[in-house]
Structure formats: structure tokens, C-alpha cells
């Protein structure tokens, strides 16, 4: 064991007592040491090799933490607190000068008796100051008054005859507040204050008082019932300081709020989103919303097309902004798609698609993130599942409500509009729709192309040039003299903090992030949506046929929705990723068409045959009635056939069709108008014909037969 500092504290297991060491006397060796708890303890002395001992048993620890050590400010301290503070001081200094000989009982007497003769001192103040100064720390701050300790803090007090707290100013007397009273404020604010917002607290006070505290009583001037809070109710202050002391507010206003509420907008931020990654690409953000500003058709500048939707992916580490889609189709994963595969693939083309050329180190983002935060709409289905599989990517959705957990994008959407709000007509101002506002709609000057260019153009400026307040710079950017700019911070990352970013073929990732779902192969080709598509492999492994002599079976495919001419059938192992499927014959007539155009004419071609339908139920209706009419008719005329038997009823059926031919024939005969008294003709009969009355055609069967005979004769 170790020689022992001045002012270390050590712990007795057994005893559970801490003891502070005064002084270290060599000659034994040995302590000095006091009682750090004790009221009256005072100093004794204990040998190196004992306390060396109970260590070596485990009788013995040295305790790392003082209780009285603190680090109080001399500004901190109350002018009259210092100044008892060295009043203290000055009364025990003369005794500490007299080290060690104020650790012995008789000396530490004797001195204390000759200061008290001298100065006229409390010979228990001397003591009580020495103490003080030994068991908490040795330092001057020590003899500091302990008035904090007074009153008994964060304690209750019972409740008494006499009324607690400062009495009321302007009331006459006030009631105590007792436990059953506390539970009633629990209760009333339990169940109106945290759960209708329209409640205040003195609403809910006053709510309170009308159930518990009021009884009806006749107004004498205008002899109606009023109701009266009686005397002893309590007040509204008394109200408020148990509901504060009695309650957790935060989780109380927690419930006011309804938790996303809170955590999205009053919760404490103890991280960031920049401590969660580690460089470029280990997260992107994407968003959308609906920029402020009234645009144009292209084709005819006079028609106003509406606000468009604004897609903005951002990394989360740079705060570069590594891709933007600009469209007029709602948040969807259509413009989530072009927005994602605007960040991972090279800008150079999409700017000079708009007339902006750049070089690739103007916006250098390209790749595929590790990961990807967006909301519950575009990143959740069947749709993302193609990214997932293919690329990797960790797809990641914020909870319902909670835009604060991607708050990196959502803060981008107030920054870019402030760099060109004030310079674009038709851009929306705080008064659009108030009364005697002004109608920015008829401001609109811009088509969609126009508005992207100066979107480009705000974004270059905002990963060049834009510098980024608050960001938490790490000691190695410091050390590197990296300026918060998205650019710098990037190439920074990629140089020093890279590997996550990965490449794939601009083509492959187009169409990778096209929707995907489920196509069916019929005889007539993929159907899907209505349209039938084919492609070489369909026909060469003839899908078409087996279609047609088995049964249909589904596909997996992935389709633009913004031109359906063709679909990508996913390939199998062995076969490219995707292959293209081009419509049919069969389909000519979706030829050019997007989704919502073959949507839109199935649902035309539907409601016109709706009015049809009523009709054709009407038809089938009558036609039964009819049908089931003549056949009760038939069934009253029919003779009764239970007494017949079998064999009498199927007795020469042949000869009774033969009969029912026969006046069917003469029923049916086409005959001439006869006059009104036709006289009758005379019959020439046929040399060698016998005489018969029966003139019925033969039957063509019989004919048949006969033709049949006279050929084998």
C-alpha cells in the first residue's frame, strides 16, 4: 500500500464509516484522520501497516468522490456568505497554524482555551468551525454558511391548524391543502387539463370549483337559483403550485399535445443527424413538397398550369444536395424516381438538357447511397423493392408526423426558395387568399423548364458557395481548415472518409427505379393494365402457346407510367436484368398513351356501358317472366300424365312426330291469296296411281332414303 495524500478520503467496509486523513506523520508512519459524518468526531491516529493491512483483506478502499469537494465561483458566492465565510477563518486561523499539535487532545485544548481567554471566543463555535473545516475538505469554502440546508427544501409540510405558505393579501384567510385535497387537483387535471386542449389551467381550476366547490343558492335581488363557491375552497395559486409540485408538466403537456406532437416540436435535441453518419453516401434524405410559385404551359403561355412538386434528395453528411426532380404529377414514387436516379447518376447531361453547362466538379455526387430516409408515401411498397434487391440500399421511413426526423431536407425547402422568391412573378406571398390579397396566380410567367433552370442554378450556388451555420465540425475538418460548404465538406469525406458511395450503369439504375408489380402471360401476350405486350424470348420460348394450351402464369416487370409503350420483364439468372416488351397489335390503340390516359379511357369505355347495364337486367327479367308465363300456360293445358305409364308414354314416338309434321307442314305452307268465293277445282288423277288424300310433302329424311334406295337398285 502506498503512502496516503492529505485530504484522501477512505471507507471501512465493515463499519461503513468514510474518513477524511488530516495529516501524514512520517515518523510512525501514520495518519491523522477524522470522521467526515460524525457530529462530534474528532481527529485520531491510525498506523500505515494497519490501514495496510485491512486493504490487503479487503477491509479498506479508497473512495474516488468527495462529497463536499465543489468548484463554486468567488462571483457565485453571496457578498454576506463571504463575508462569514472569512469572519470563520479569521477565528480558527491561528489554531491551524499550530499543525500538528491542534490533532492532539491536550494541546488542541490548551490552544483552544488560550484563544477563547484572548478573543473572547465560544469555546463550541472554535470546535464546531474546526470540524467543519476538516470534514469538508480542508478549504476555506468549508466555513461557508449552510443557510441552502435551511427550511427544509423540497420537503412538505404537514398541514396544520394554521394555514402554510404567505398568507393572501386581499382574502381574508386561506385553507390548508391536505392530501385528499392534492388527490382531487391529480384528478382534474388527469382528466380535463390533460386531455382537452381548450383547457387552461384556470379553466380547469374553475371546472373544478363548479363539481366540488359550489352549491345552489337563491339570488335574493332576482329570486333566481345561482350556484356559489363556498368559503373553503381553495385558490387558484394553491392550484397551480400542486399542480406543478404533484405532477410530471411535461408529461402532462405530452398528453395536451399528443405525443408525435411533442416530440416532433417541443422535445429536447440531445444528437444531430450528422452524428449518426460516418461520409458521403452513408445517408440520403428525400423529399417533396409543393414549391410556392404559379407556373405556365410550355405550349401555350396563356394557360396556367398550377404549383409544381419539388423533389430534393441531400446527403446527410455534406449537406450536399445530390439530386432534384421538378414535375406536375403529385408526390408520388414517379417523381421520387427521377429525383433518386438524378442523384446517383452524372449531372453533367441533366444540366445541359437545360442549357446550364457544368463540369462533373461542379456537382459531384454519383453513386449509390448506403442508405435512404424518406417518409411513409413514396418509400413504402411493393415499388422500392427492385432498389432494395438490386442496389443494396437500406431503405429507412420516418414515423407518421415526424418530418423533425428528416429535418436536413425539410430545411432545404426553406433555403432554396429564398434565394429567388423575391426575383420569380408569381411566387406565393404571406397574403395569397386573405382578404383584398393579391391573386398571384395571374403573376404566372415561368413554364416548368424555365423554373428548373433557376432550381439548378440556386442549387449550384448552395453546394459551392453556401456556407453552413451551426454545423459540428469534427476536430480532423478543423485540423485540415475544412469550411463548412457542402462541396468542401464532400470531397473532404471522399478523400478521408470514403466507401460507401458505388457505381452502377446509368441504365440499370433508370431502370431499376421504375415502378415494378405483377404481369400475367395470356394467348394474347403480357397483359398488363388492360395492354398485351410481347417480346423475342416470349415468342421464342413460345409463352404464347403454353398460354393457350395450359393455363396463364404471372411475371415479374417493371413499366414508366409516364409512357407505356413498353415494359421491362425482369430477367432471370443466366438472361440481361431487364428486357424490353413492346405492345401488341392487339394494343394499337394505347400506342403514345401514360397510365392515367389508358386508366382514363377504360374508365370512359366503362361509363358508357354503364347506362347499359340497367337496361340489359331489365331484357334478362323480362325474358324470364316471359319464358316461365308460357310455360304455366303449357303445364295448365298439359292432360294428366301420372296414370301412364313409361312404356305408354314413349309408345311410337316416331309416328307421332311423323304426324306433328304433317300439320306443322300444312300450317306452315306458303299459299297464294285465294278470292273470297273460290270456286273448287277439279282433281286429274294419274292413270295407275292409287287414290289418296294425303298431299303433305315427304319429309327430308325420307327423301334422302329414297334416293338411297333407288341408287343401290
Not at 108 to 118: F, H, P, Q, T, W
Not at 306 to 327: A, K, L, N
Not at 594 to 600: C, H, N, R
Not at 627 to 655: M, N
Request: contains cysteine; charged residues 30%; glycine residues 6%.
Amino acid at each position: 500500500m502506498n503512502v496516503l495524500p492529505v485530504n484522501q478520503l477512505i471507507e471501512f467496509v465493515e463499519a461503513q464509516r468514510v474518513e477524511r486523513i488530516l495529516w501524514v506523520d512520517p515518523r510512525e508512519p501514520g495518519y491523522i484522520l477524522i470522521d467526515i459524518r460524525e457530529d462530534k468526531a474528532v481527529p485520531h491516529f491510525l498506523r500505515h501497516a494497519h490501514l495496510a493491512a485491512l486493504e490487503e483483506e479487503g477491509l479498506l478502499r479508497v473512495v474516488p468522490d468527495d462529497p463536499y469537494l465543489s468548484t463554486v465561483a468567488e462571483h457565485e458566492v453571496v457578498e454576506t456568505h463571504r463575508a462569514m465565510r472569512d469572519q470563520n477563518w479569521a477565528r480558527i486561523a491561528p489554531l491551524l497554524a499550530e499543525q500538528p499539535a491542534i490533532f492532539e487532545p491536550d494541546q488542541r485544548g490548551k490552544l483552544i482555551a488560550k484563544l477563547v481567554s484572548e478573543r473572547g471566543e465560544s469555546r463550541h463555535s472554535l470546535y464546531r468551525l474546526l470540524r467543519r473545516y476538516w470534514q469538508r475538505g480542508l478549504t476555506r469554502n468549508a466555513l461557508l454558511p449552510d443557510y441552502g440546508k435551511c427550511g427544509g427544501r423540497g420537503k412538505t409540510k404537514a398541514a396544520g391548524s394554521k394555514a402554510r405558505g404567505r398568507p393572501p393579501k386581499y382574502a381574508d384567510a386561506s385553507i390548508n391543502v391536505t392530501p385528499a385535497l392534492r388527490m382531487l387537483f391529480s384528478q382534474a387535471i388527469t382528466r380535463l387539463y390533460a386531455t382537452k386542449p381548450t383547457f387552461d389551467v384556470a379553466e380547469c381550476y374553475h371546472a373544478m370549483l363548479l363539481a366540488y366547490f359550489s352549491d345552489p343558492a337563491i339570488d335574493p335581488e332576482t329570486g333566481r337559483q345561482k350556484l356559489i363557491v363556498r368559503p373553503d375552497s381553495p385558490t387558484l395559486r394553491q392550484f397551480r403550485y400542486w399542480y406543478e409540485k404533484d405532477n410530471d408538466v411535461f408529461q402532462v403537456l405530452r398528453r395536451r399535445r399528443t405525443p408525435r406532437v411533442y416530440d416532433k416540436d417541443m422535445r429536447g435535441l440531445r444528437s444531430s443527424s450528422t452524428a449518426e453518419v460516418t461520409g458521403p453516401g452513408a445517408r440520403y434524405q428525400i423529399d417533396a413538397t409543393i414549391a410556392d410559385v404559379y407556373l405556365v404551359s410550355r405550349f401555350d403561355k396563356k394557360k396556367i398550369i398550377g404549383r409544381p412538386v419539388v423533389y430534393v434528395v441531400i446527403d446527410v453528411f455534406s449537406r450536399m444536395i445530390t439530386g432534384i426532380h421538378v414535375g406536375i404529377e403529385g408526390p408520388s414514387w414517379v417523381g421520387a424516381m427521377e429525383a433518386l436516379a438524378n442523384a446517383v447518376l452524372d449531372k453533367v447531361e441533366y444540366c445541359n438538357r437545360f442549357g446550364i453547362p457544368i463540369a462533373s466538379t461542379g456537382w459531384p455526387s454519383v453513386g449509390m447511397p448506403e442508405r435512404l430516409l424518406g417518409d411513409r408515401g413514396e418509400l413504402a411498397g411493393r415499388m422500392v423493392e427492385t432498389l432494395v434487391h438490386n442496389f443494396g440500399v437500406n431503405v429507412e421511413n420516418t414515423a407518421p408526423y415526424r418530418a423533425d426526423w428528416k429535418g436536413i431536407v425539410e430545411q432545404r425547402f426553406r433555403l432554396l426558395p429564398a434565394r429567388f422568391k423575391a426575383y420569380v412573378p408569381g411566387y406565393i406571398q404571406e397574403d395569397y387568399r386573405q382578404r383584398g390579397g393579391q391573386d398571384y396566380r395571374l403573376d404566372a410567367t415561368l413554364d416548368i423548364d424555365a423554373f428548373t433552370r433557376i432550381l439548378i442554378y440556386c442549387v449550384l450556388y448552395y453546394n459551392n458557395e453556401h456556407r453552413l451555420k451551426d454545423y459540428p465540425l469534427d476536430p480532423e475538418m478543423i485540423q485540415d481548415a475544412v469550411k463548412p460548404i457542402p462541396i468542401e465538406l464532400w470531397e473532404w469525406g471522399i478523400a478521408r472518409r470514403s466507401g460507401r458511395l458505388r457505381s452502377y450503369p446509368p441504365d440499370l439504375v433508370r431502370l431499376s427505379l421504375l415502378p415494378s408489380d405483377d404481369a400475367t402471360v395470356t394467348r394474347h401476350g403480357i397483359r398488363f393494365y388492360g395492354c398485351y405486350y410481347s417480346c423475342p424470348l416470349a415468342i421464342e420460348e413460345h409463352w404464347f402457346d403454353k398460354a393457350r394450351q395450359r393455363s396463364s402464369w404471372g411475371v415479374k416487370i417493371s413499366y414508366d407510367p409516364r409512357d407505356m409503350d413498353h415494359i421491362y420483364l425482369h430477367g432471370q439468372p443466366g438472361q440481361p436484368s431487364f428486357i424490353t416488351c413492346a405492345l401488341t397489335d392487339l394494343s394499337r390503340d394505347f400506342t403514345g398513351r401514360t397510365l392515367w390516359e389508358i386508366d382514363q379511357l377504360r374508365q370512359e369505355a366503362r361509363r358508357l356501358a354503364a347506362p347499359a347495364g340497367p337496361q340489359d337486367l331489365s331484357g334478362r327479367i323480362s325474358l324470364i317472366d316471359r319464358i316461365q308465363t308460357i310455360v304455366d300456360e303449357a303445364e295448365a293445358e298439359a292432360p294428366a300424365v301420372k296414370d301412364l305409364t313409361k312404356r305408354q308414354r314413349t309408345a311410337d314416338i316416331r309416328g307421332n312426330r311423323q304426324e306433328e309434321r304433317r300439320a306443322l307442314q300444312r300450317r306452315d305452307a306458303i299459299r297464294p291469296e285465294r278470292p273470297s268465293n273460290p270456286e273448287p277445282a277439279d282433281i286429274v288423277r294419274f292413270p295407275g296411281v292409287p287414290t289418296s288424300n294425303d298431299y303433305s310433302q315427304p319429309d327430308i329424311t325420307e327423301l334422302l332414303r329414297r334416293f338411297g334406295e333407288d341408287e343401290e337398285e
